[in-house]
Protein backbone atom coordinates (compact mmCIF):
# COMPACT_ATOMS: atom_id res chain seq x y z
CA UNK A 1 0.00 0.00 0.00
CA UNK A 2 1.69 3.51 -0.65
CA UNK A 3 0.38 6.49 0.57
CA UNK A 4 0.79 9.67 -0.51
CA UNK A 5 -0.17 13.41 0.75
CA UNK A 6 -1.91 16.06 -1.00
CA UNK A 7 -0.87 20.05 -0.44
CA UNK A 8 -4.16 21.43 -0.96
CA UNK A 9 -4.63 21.86 3.36
CA UNK A 10 -1.24 23.73 2.97
CA UNK A 11 -2.65 26.39 1.52
CA UNK A 12 -4.43 27.69 4.73
CA UNK A 13 -4.73 29.71 6.64
CA UNK A 14 -4.90 32.26 3.66
CA UNK A 15 -3.96 35.37 5.76
CA UNK A 16 -0.62 34.57 4.56
CA UNK A 17 0.46 36.75 1.13
CA UNK A 18 0.71 34.22 -1.59
CA UNK A 19 4.41 33.96 -1.95
CA UNK A 20 4.32 32.90 1.79
CA UNK A 21 2.01 30.01 1.28
CA UNK A 22 4.06 29.01 -1.69
CA UNK A 23 7.49 29.73 0.13
CA UNK A 24 6.47 27.57 3.26
CA UNK A 25 4.89 25.03 1.16
CA UNK A 26 8.22 23.81 -0.58
CA UNK A 27 9.98 23.81 2.95
CA UNK A 28 7.56 21.32 4.28
CA UNK A 29 8.30 19.21 1.04
CA UNK A 30 11.44 19.50 0.93
CA UNK A 31 11.47 18.09 4.65
CA UNK A 32 9.06 15.27 3.81
CA UNK A 33 11.00 14.34 0.94
CA UNK A 34 12.48 11.34 3.56
CA UNK A 35 9.57 10.25 5.26
CA UNK A 36 8.86 7.41 3.18
CA UNK A 37 6.34 9.44 1.58
CA UNK A 38 5.52 7.88 -1.92
CA UNK A 39 4.00 11.20 -3.81
CA UNK A 40 3.14 14.42 -3.25
CA UNK A 41 0.12 15.88 -5.22
CA UNK A 42 -1.25 19.15 -6.00
CA UNK A 43 -5.03 19.83 -7.31
CA UNK A 44 -5.96 22.21 -10.17
CA UNK A 45 -8.84 24.98 -9.95
CA UNK A 46 -9.25 28.12 -11.81
CA UNK A 47 -10.65 31.78 -10.22
CA UNK A 48 -11.13 30.30 -7.32
CA UNK A 49 -11.83 33.08 -4.71
CA UNK A 50 -11.70 33.04 -1.87
CA UNK A 51 -10.06 29.81 -1.69
CA UNK A 52 -6.44 29.53 -2.82
CA UNK A 53 -5.42 27.01 -5.72
CA UNK A 54 -1.75 27.62 -7.03
CA UNK A 55 -1.40 25.95 -10.31
CA UNK A 56 0.15 22.93 -10.92
CA UNK A 57 2.49 22.83 -13.67
CA UNK A 58 4.46 25.86 -12.16
CA UNK A 59 4.29 24.42 -8.47
CA UNK A 60 5.28 20.60 -9.50
CA UNK A 61 8.38 22.06 -10.98
CA UNK A 62 9.54 24.16 -8.38
CA UNK A 63 8.98 21.06 -6.10
CA UNK A 64 10.82 18.72 -8.30
CA UNK A 65 14.66 19.31 -7.01
CA UNK A 66 13.21 19.40 -3.28
CA UNK A 67 11.74 15.92 -3.68
CA UNK A 68 14.29 13.40 -3.61
CA UNK A 69 12.42 9.87 -4.73
CA UNK A 70 9.02 10.95 -4.26
CA UNK A 71 6.70 11.35 -7.28
CA UNK A 72 5.03 14.30 -7.77
CA UNK A 73 1.28 13.89 -9.53
CA UNK A 74 -1.72 16.12 -10.56
CA UNK A 75 -4.04 14.99 -8.56
CA UNK A 76 -6.52 16.02 -10.70
CA UNK A 77 -5.83 18.28 -13.85
CA UNK A 78 -9.00 19.46 -15.90
CA UNK A 79 -7.92 18.76 -18.69
CA UNK A 80 -11.33 19.64 -20.62
CA UNK A 81 -10.46 23.37 -19.48
CA UNK A 82 -6.86 23.11 -21.28
CA UNK A 83 -5.69 22.86 -24.86
CA UNK A 84 -4.36 19.32 -25.07
CA UNK A 85 -1.46 20.41 -27.62
CA UNK A 86 -0.30 22.89 -24.79
CA UNK A 87 -1.47 20.29 -21.86
CA UNK A 88 0.76 17.27 -23.83
CA UNK A 89 3.74 19.77 -24.18
CA UNK A 90 3.44 20.85 -20.21
CA UNK A 91 3.74 17.46 -19.28
CA UNK A 92 6.79 16.51 -21.29
CA UNK A 93 8.58 19.42 -20.40
CA UNK A 94 7.72 18.10 -16.42
CA UNK A 95 8.74 14.45 -16.95
CA UNK A 96 11.91 15.56 -17.67
CA UNK A 97 12.16 18.31 -15.20
CA UNK A 98 11.06 15.68 -12.49
CA UNK A 99 13.49 13.34 -13.88
CA UNK A 100 10.07 10.53 -14.96
CA UNK A 101 8.66 10.88 -11.98
CA UNK A 102 6.01 12.70 -12.79
CA UNK A 103 2.01 10.89 -12.42
CA UNK A 104 -0.60 12.65 -14.57
CA UNK A 105 -3.98 12.45 -12.96
CA UNK A 106 -7.26 13.78 -15.00
CA UNK A 107 -10.63 14.42 -14.24
CA UNK A 108 -13.56 15.95 -16.02
CA UNK A 109 -14.30 19.22 -13.58
CA UNK A 110 -17.76 20.63 -12.40
CA UNK A 111 -17.89 23.89 -11.56
CA UNK A 112 -19.62 26.08 -14.15
CA UNK A 113 -17.24 29.18 -13.75
CA UNK A 114 -14.33 27.14 -14.79
CA UNK A 115 -15.97 25.99 -17.60
CA UNK A 116 -17.36 29.35 -18.95
CA UNK A 117 -14.07 30.31 -18.62
CA UNK A 118 -13.09 27.58 -21.12
CA UNK A 119 -16.10 28.52 -23.59
CA UNK A 120 -17.46 24.76 -22.20
CA UNK A 121 -20.81 23.49 -21.03
CA UNK A 122 -21.09 19.99 -18.69
CA UNK A 123 -22.15 18.04 -21.99
CA UNK A 124 -18.35 19.10 -23.55
CA UNK A 125 -16.43 17.64 -20.36
CA UNK A 126 -16.70 13.93 -21.12
CA UNK A 127 -15.98 14.64 -24.81
CA UNK A 128 -13.29 16.67 -24.98
CA UNK A 129 -11.42 14.99 -22.36
CA UNK A 130 -11.56 11.80 -24.46
CA UNK A 131 -10.74 13.73 -27.68
CA UNK A 132 -7.54 15.36 -25.40
CA UNK A 133 -6.54 12.20 -23.65
CA UNK A 134 -6.18 10.47 -28.11
CA UNK A 135 -4.17 13.86 -29.11
CA UNK A 136 -2.06 13.79 -25.99
CA UNK A 137 -0.87 10.66 -26.55
CA UNK A 138 -0.57 10.22 -30.15
CA UNK A 139 1.69 13.61 -29.82
CA UNK A 140 3.94 12.34 -26.54
CA UNK A 141 4.57 9.32 -29.36
CA UNK A 142 6.81 11.51 -30.62
CA UNK A 143 5.65 10.83 -34.08
CA UNK A 144 3.95 13.35 -36.84
CA UNK A 145 0.21 13.77 -35.96
CA UNK A 146 -2.78 14.95 -38.10
CA UNK A 147 -5.55 15.39 -35.92
CA UNK A 148 -9.71 16.08 -36.81
CA UNK A 149 -11.40 16.48 -33.57
CA UNK A 150 -14.48 18.21 -32.52
CA UNK A 151 -12.48 20.44 -30.22
CA UNK A 152 -8.86 20.56 -31.21
CA UNK A 153 -7.11 20.32 -35.09
CA UNK A 154 -3.92 19.62 -35.74
CA UNK A 155 -1.87 19.07 -38.99
CA UNK A 156 1.93 17.80 -39.23
CA UNK A 157 2.35 18.20 -35.26
CA UNK A 158 4.99 16.89 -33.45
CA UNK A 159 6.45 18.01 -30.13
CA UNK A 160 10.11 19.03 -29.77
CA UNK A 161 10.86 16.52 -27.58
CA UNK A 162 8.69 13.51 -26.02
CA UNK A 163 8.22 12.60 -22.16
CA UNK A 164 10.77 11.05 -20.06
CA UNK A 165 8.51 7.98 -19.17
CA UNK A 166 8.08 6.22 -22.26
CA UNK A 167 5.42 5.88 -23.81
CA UNK A 168 4.33 8.49 -21.46
CA UNK A 169 4.05 9.32 -17.84
CA UNK A 170 1.54 7.27 -15.49
CA UNK A 171 -2.29 8.23 -16.11
CA UNK A 172 -4.83 8.36 -13.57
CA UNK A 173 -8.72 9.34 -13.20
CA UNK A 174 -10.20 11.07 -11.16
CA UNK A 175 -14.18 8.84 -10.40
CA UNK A 176 -16.93 9.40 -8.21
CA UNK A 177 -19.58 7.22 -10.34
CA UNK A 178 -19.62 4.15 -12.04
CA UNK A 179 -19.28 5.56 -15.60
CA UNK A 180 -15.98 7.46 -14.36
CA UNK A 181 -14.43 4.37 -13.10
CA UNK A 182 -15.30 2.47 -16.04
CA UNK A 183 -13.80 5.42 -17.83
CA UNK A 184 -10.85 5.02 -16.05
CA UNK A 185 -10.76 1.33 -16.92
CA UNK A 186 -10.30 2.00 -20.46
CA UNK A 187 -8.07 5.20 -20.78
CA UNK A 188 -5.80 5.36 -18.17
CA UNK A 189 -3.38 3.35 -16.06
CA UNK A 190 -5.55 3.86 -12.55
CA UNK A 191 -8.74 5.10 -11.38
CA UNK A 192 -8.44 7.73 -8.07
CA UNK A 193 -11.75 7.78 -6.24
CA UNK A 194 -12.35 11.34 -4.73
CA UNK A 195 -11.93 12.31 -0.93
CA UNK A 196 -15.51 12.74 -0.49
CA UNK A 197 -16.29 8.83 -1.64
CA UNK A 198 -17.51 6.88 1.02
CA UNK A 199 -16.45 3.68 2.14
CA UNK A 200 -18.78 1.31 1.36
CA UNK A 201 -19.19 3.25 -2.45
CA UNK A 202 -15.09 2.83 -2.65
CA UNK A 203 -15.43 -1.09 -2.56
CA UNK A 204 -18.22 -1.53 -5.03
CA UNK A 205 -16.43 1.05 -7.28
CA UNK A 206 -12.97 -1.22 -7.05
CA UNK A 207 -14.72 -4.12 -8.38
CA UNK A 208 -16.16 -1.91 -11.19
CA UNK A 209 -13.10 -1.19 -11.92
CA UNK A 210 -11.23 -4.43 -11.99
CA UNK A 211 -14.44 -6.11 -13.71
CA UNK A 212 -13.75 -3.23 -16.20
CA UNK A 213 -10.32 -3.60 -16.55
CA UNK A 214 -10.39 -7.34 -16.93
CA UNK A 215 -8.80 -8.18 -20.38
CA UNK A 216 -6.35 -5.12 -20.64
CA UNK A 217 -2.60 -5.52 -20.72
CA UNK A 218 -2.27 -4.44 -17.41
CA UNK A 219 -4.24 -4.97 -14.17
CA UNK A 220 -3.98 -1.12 -13.55
CA UNK A 221 -3.94 0.59 -9.88
CA UNK A 222 -6.88 1.76 -8.01
CA UNK A 223 -6.09 4.65 -5.72
CA UNK A 224 -8.66 6.55 -3.07
CA UNK A 225 -8.01 9.94 -1.69
CA UNK A 226 -8.98 10.55 1.78
CA UNK A 227 -8.94 12.62 4.33
CA UNK A 228 -6.86 12.06 7.49
CA UNK A 229 -7.56 13.19 11.02
CA UNK A 230 -5.34 11.88 13.40
CA UNK A 231 -5.97 12.97 17.05
CA UNK A 232 -5.62 11.29 20.58
CA UNK A 233 -8.68 9.95 20.33
CA UNK A 234 -11.59 9.70 17.50
CA UNK A 235 -13.31 12.85 19.20
CA UNK A 236 -10.11 14.67 19.62
CA UNK A 237 -9.29 14.36 16.27
CA UNK A 238 -12.78 15.28 14.95
CA UNK A 239 -13.18 17.96 17.46
CA UNK A 240 -10.05 19.40 16.16
CA UNK A 241 -10.65 18.76 12.49
CA UNK A 242 -14.58 20.56 12.58
CA UNK A 243 -13.45 24.35 11.45
CA UNK A 244 -11.41 23.21 8.66
CA UNK A 245 -14.33 20.41 7.27
CA UNK A 246 -16.74 23.24 7.91
CA UNK A 247 -15.19 25.24 5.53
CA UNK A 248 -14.32 22.59 3.26
CA UNK A 249 -17.91 21.21 3.14
CA UNK A 250 -19.41 24.79 2.41
CA UNK A 251 -16.84 25.31 -0.46
CA UNK A 252 -17.97 21.77 -2.38
CA UNK A 253 -21.59 22.63 -1.75
CA UNK A 254 -20.67 26.13 -3.17
CA UNK A 255 -19.32 24.79 -5.95
CA UNK A 256 -22.28 22.05 -6.43
CA UNK A 257 -20.12 19.13 -6.66
CA UNK A 258 -22.51 16.15 -6.47
CA UNK A 259 -24.16 15.37 -9.46
CA UNK A 260 -26.92 13.20 -10.15
CA UNK A 261 -25.25 10.71 -11.86
CA UNK A 262 -22.64 10.40 -8.32
CA UNK A 263 -22.91 8.21 -5.37
CA UNK A 264 -23.62 9.72 -2.85
CA UNK A 265 -21.19 12.28 -1.93
CA UNK A 266 -20.11 13.11 1.77
CA UNK A 267 -20.29 17.01 1.92
CA UNK A 268 -21.31 17.82 5.50
CA UNK A 269 -22.00 16.20 8.89
CA UNK A 270 -25.26 14.02 8.28
CA UNK A 271 -22.64 11.37 8.43
CA UNK A 272 -20.53 9.79 10.78
CA UNK A 273 -16.75 10.99 9.48
CA UNK A 274 -15.89 6.95 9.99
CA UNK A 275 -18.03 6.23 6.54
CA UNK A 276 -15.78 8.12 4.58
CA UNK A 277 -12.21 9.55 6.33
CA UNK A 278 -9.18 7.86 8.58
CA UNK A 279 -9.44 9.25 11.73
CA UNK A 280 -8.93 8.87 15.28
CA UNK A 281 -5.09 7.90 16.89
CA UNK A 282 -2.64 6.48 14.88
CA UNK A 283 -3.37 3.00 15.81
CA UNK A 284 -6.64 3.13 14.38
CA UNK A 285 -5.66 5.15 11.71
CA UNK A 286 -3.80 2.00 10.58
CA UNK A 287 -6.63 -0.41 11.17
CA UNK A 288 -8.61 1.39 8.47
CA UNK A 289 -5.50 1.94 6.07
CA UNK A 290 -5.68 -2.22 6.45
CA UNK A 291 -9.30 -2.64 5.87
CA UNK A 292 -8.76 -0.55 2.42
CA UNK A 293 -6.06 -2.79 1.72
CA UNK A 294 -8.53 -5.39 1.75
CA UNK A 295 -11.14 -3.40 -0.32
CA UNK A 296 -8.22 -3.72 -3.34
CA UNK A 297 -6.54 -0.37 -2.85
CA UNK A 298 -3.61 0.01 -3.99
CA UNK A 299 -2.83 3.33 -2.87
CA UNK A 300 -4.50 6.13 -0.51
CA UNK A 301 -3.20 9.64 -1.18
CA UNK A 302 -3.54 11.68 2.57
CA UNK A 303 -5.51 15.43 2.60
CA UNK A 304 -4.13 16.06 6.48
CA UNK A 305 -6.52 17.90 8.55
CA UNK A 306 -6.08 19.68 11.58
CA UNK A 307 -2.75 20.99 10.17
CA UNK A 308 -0.61 23.17 12.82
CA UNK A 309 0.35 26.46 12.02
CA UNK A 310 4.14 26.78 11.35
CA UNK A 311 6.57 25.25 9.03
CA UNK A 312 8.37 23.55 11.66
CA UNK A 313 4.97 22.32 13.71
CA UNK A 314 3.90 21.07 10.28
CA UNK A 315 7.34 19.15 9.27
CA UNK A 316 7.04 17.30 13.13
CA UNK A 317 3.11 16.61 12.11
CA UNK A 318 4.25 14.94 8.80
CA UNK A 319 7.40 13.20 10.34
CA UNK A 320 4.53 11.87 13.26
CA UNK A 321 2.41 10.50 10.29
CA UNK A 322 5.04 8.82 8.49
CA UNK A 323 6.82 7.19 11.48
CA UNK A 324 3.34 6.11 13.12
CA UNK A 325 0.93 5.41 9.66
CA UNK A 326 2.87 5.39 6.70
CA UNK A 327 5.45 3.63 6.70
CA UNK A 328 3.80 0.31 8.71
CA UNK A 329 0.84 0.83 5.84
CA UNK A 330 3.63 0.60 3.41
CA UNK A 331 4.41 -3.22 4.36
CA UNK A 332 0.59 -4.37 3.97
CA UNK A 333 0.46 -7.02 1.58
CA UNK A 334 4.73 -7.86 1.51
Given at each position: MQIGFHL????????????????????????????????????????????????????????????????????????????????????????????????????????????????????????????????????????????EGVYTKVAGARLGFPPCQRPHPPLEMGAQSEGATRRAARLTDAVFFGPQVAWADVARLVRVYREARSGAPTPGAALASRSLIVGASKEAAQDAARGYLERTFAMYRGWQMQEPTMVPLRLGFDTSLDDWTINGPPATCRETIARAHELGLDGIGLTIYSLPRGVAARVEYLRMIAEEIVRPAAKLGA
Open positions: TPFWSPTDRPPTAIIDEAVEVVRAASGMGFAWVSIGHHWVSHPTVWPQPMPMLARLAPETGEMRLKTSMLLLPLLNPVDAAENVATLDHITHGRLDVGVAIGYREKELEAAGLGRKDRVPKLEESLALMKRLWSGEEVTF
